[in-house]
């Protein structure tokens, strides 16, 4: 029996938390150095009044708006805005590229667009003249400087504070008898062809996440969720959402680079993070101990498997005996909740997602307190596909299916979904959206299996797209084509998955590589020595650097290795077609691959 989601209607469920909870803050925000907040109440003022001022800019329903910009307070304003108007939200990453903005707004035909700064602003004019669609900008900082001639320009302060009451009519017949299936946002994905995918999820995706979260992962009113994360992204946006819609505060960090800083600071109960953020936390404690005294080197062991005991004994339902727990208090007043402590010390869980997590992290998590739900999903899937849940956690796999998600394993070990959450298919693209179905069921592209106790494991990515530990996505055949363009790289394999930042294994043009080089008067007995040679090096990082200069940052290659041999169908590297195989290319220059992550630290 489907689950009647009307009163989980998004604007609904936040109209009620306006209503209950008007003098509680809704909303914590950076200004300067300064933490802020805003009421539900001043809240629902800002979105009322920038609600009135798009009705003036004849915004109507289901028109696409486009937000290109970093996080930020105007961010949220602006997306609950135009939820209120039941037009539809298309964030696009504020590191996108010009070409990547142009081909997003000319997609969804976006006439509005926010821009968050200088940058960003300045990408949107460049495109411009390619986007016949696109008649207005809203900066949404202060700080941006209009050029002359540019589109017309509108700041967000100025909307924000007009006095447009006669559009509170027409604002309040749009709020009645809101309509599940209309849509809610476009969220582009990465293509493999440098053309990215439109997902629509409607009122009903989202109205069908937050009923299941609830089942799942409950909380609280007034829970405490830190928000770093890109809002762009499905991941932070559904749980951002789903906080509000609880009731819930959400604290915007301005600058990912300082959430741990901003821990300690806000001291959240719950929040959401890719696993390079759990690797990051991780590596500077072992670092810690490592270079610590040998008594705090057993002390620091001694606790930790403490720790480990106790969170078998939770799970298992079971009681240590005295001597145990006395152990276990111990250890966790001499380091454990001083490692909690160090990050806030009032986590009642955090959610780890969007990559894969090594079950190593996720254990240490678990053993110093601190519950990790580490988790599954998909933008196409509204983000969550499983999770694990705090009465049944695991340091293996992906936890858990929604309950009334089905997932089931096809053809290659494909895991399959169908359910509530599930898009209607890519915006404009009928074809590629009968291809991600099959009878009924979207096909994720990711290969796996479920265990007996129903926890779903991810074992291998089938589609092409690779995704950072950062959570960013990278079409590796786009990177690939772009710097092989080079007349020096004969053959490129861009390394990406799992990792926070991408690399490059280069097979080199090695003719032109010695051509050059004894140009320089550089001397070499063989290609190993050739590729070798730091001056070698440094020429063709130069040129790789040139080659990409048209990527966004985190599409950009970091490190690089010279091969001294190419890829070949002998070695299995290749396909008969000649394409690569992944796999075995990872397998076979591993060492090569841990040396380029080696060097960045």
């Known amino acids: 029996m489907s689950v009647d989601l009307a009163p989980f209607h998004l604007s609904r469920l936040l109209a009620q938390q306006i209503t209950q909870r008007g003098d509680k803050k809704a909303l914590q925000y950076q200004q300067d150095d300064q933490w802020l907040s805003l009421t539900w109440s001043e809240l629902d003022s800002q979105i009322t009044q920038l609600s009135h001022a798009l009705l003036t800019m004849d915004v109507a329903v289901q028109d696409k708006v486009g937000i290109f910009s970093a996080n930020s307070l105007a961010w949220v304003q602006t997306d609950l805005a135009l939820m209120r108007l039941r037009a539809v939200s298309v964030p696009i990453y504020g590191t996108s590229t010009v070409e990547q903005l142009s081909y997003i707004i000319?997609?969804?035909?976006?006439?509005?667009?926010?821009?968050?700064?200088?940058?960003?602003?300045?990408?949107?004019?460049?495109?411009?003249?390619?986007?016949?669609?696109?008649?207005?900008?809203?900066?949404?900082?202060?700080?941006i400087a209009p050029a002359d001639g540019a589109l017309p320009s509108l700041p967000l302060a100025q909307l924000l504070a007009q006095d447009n009451a006669e559009q509170a009519e027409t604002l309040a017949a749009r709020q009645l008898d809101p309509d599940l299936n209309e849509l809610?946002?476009?969220?582009?994905?990465?293509?493999?062809?440098?053309?990215?995918?439109?997902?629509?999820?409607?009122?009903?995706?989202?109205?069908?996440?937050?009923?299941?979260?609830?089942?799942?992962?409950?909380?609280?009113?007034?829970?405490?969720?830190?928000?770093?994360?890109?809002?762009?992204?499905?991941?932070?946006?559904?749980?951002?959402?789903?906080v509000l819609c609880s009731g819930g505060c959400n604290a915007y960090v301005s600058d990912p680079a300082t959430v741990q800083q901003a821990m300690q600071t806000v001291k959240p109960e719950v929040m959401c993070a890719v696993p390079r953020l759990f690797e990051k936390i991780h590596s500077t404690i072992i670092g810690k101990v490592a270079q610590a005294p040998l008594l705090k080197r057993l002390l620091f062991r001694w606790s930790l498997d403490q720790g480990r005991r106790q969170f078998k004994a939770d799970q298992a339902g079971h009681t240590r005996i005295k001597l145990g727990q006395l152990y276990y208090a111990i250890a966790d007043k001499l380091v454990l909740s001083k490692l909690r402590d160090a990050l806030g010390g009032n986590f009642k869980f955090v959610s780890a997602g969007g990559a894969r997590l090594d079950d190593q992290i996720n254990q240490f998590f678990q053993y110093i307190g601190i519950p990790l739900l580490n988790g599954y999903g998909a933008t196409e899937t509204s983000a969550t596909v499983s999770c694990n849940r705090l009465d049944r956690i695991a340091t293996t796999g992906v936890g858990l299916p929604l309950p009334d998600l089905q997932v089931r394993i096809g053809e290659e070990d494909e895991i399959l979904v169908k359910g509530p959450t599930v898009m209607p298919g890519y915006y404009n693209r009928p074809e590629d959206t009968e291809a991600a179905f099959v009878d009924g069921w979207f096909k994720t592209g990711d290969a796996g299996y479920l265990d007996n106790q129903g926890r779903l494991h991810i074992t291998d990515r089938i589609k092409e797209l690779m995704k950072t530990s950062n959570g960013k996505y990278i079409a590796p055949q786009r990177v690939e084509g772009m710097v092989a363009l080079e007349p020096w790289v004969e053959q490129i394999a861009i390394i990406a998955d799992g990792r926070n930042f991408v690399s490059a294994l280069i097979v080199p043009d090695f003719a032109a590589l010695a051509q050059w080089a004894k140009g320089q008067a550089l001397t070499f007995a063989n290609d190993a020595e050739l590729v070798a040679l730091p001056q070698i090096q440094a020429e063709m990082e130069q040129r790789v650097m040139t080659a990409q200069a048209e990527l966004a940052r985190f599409e950009q290659i970091k490190q690089i290795t010279l091969l001294p041999r190419p890829f070949s169908m002998d070695q299995g590297e290749l396909t008969p077609t000649l394409k690569l195989r992944r796999r075995i290319i990872n397998e076979i220059f591993a060492s090569e691959i841990e040396a380029m992550y080696r060097r960045s630290h």
């Open 106 to 143: 000319n997609d969804a035909e976006i006439a509005v667009l926010f821009v968050g700064d200088q940058d960003q602003y300045d990408k949107a004019c460049q495109a411009a003249s390619e986007c016949p669609s696109l008649k207005t900008l809203v900066l949404m900082s202060d700080t």
């Open 184 to 242: 809610l946002t476009l969220l582009y994905t990465s293509g493999t062809t440098g053309e990215p995918k439109g997902v629509m999820l409607t009122h009903r995706n989202l109205a069908a996440l937050v009923q299941q979260h609830q089942l799942m992962v409950p909380l609280e009113p007034d829970t405490l969720s830190l928000s770093f994360l890109p809002l762009s992204h499905i991941y932070e946006r559904g749980w951002s959402l789903y």
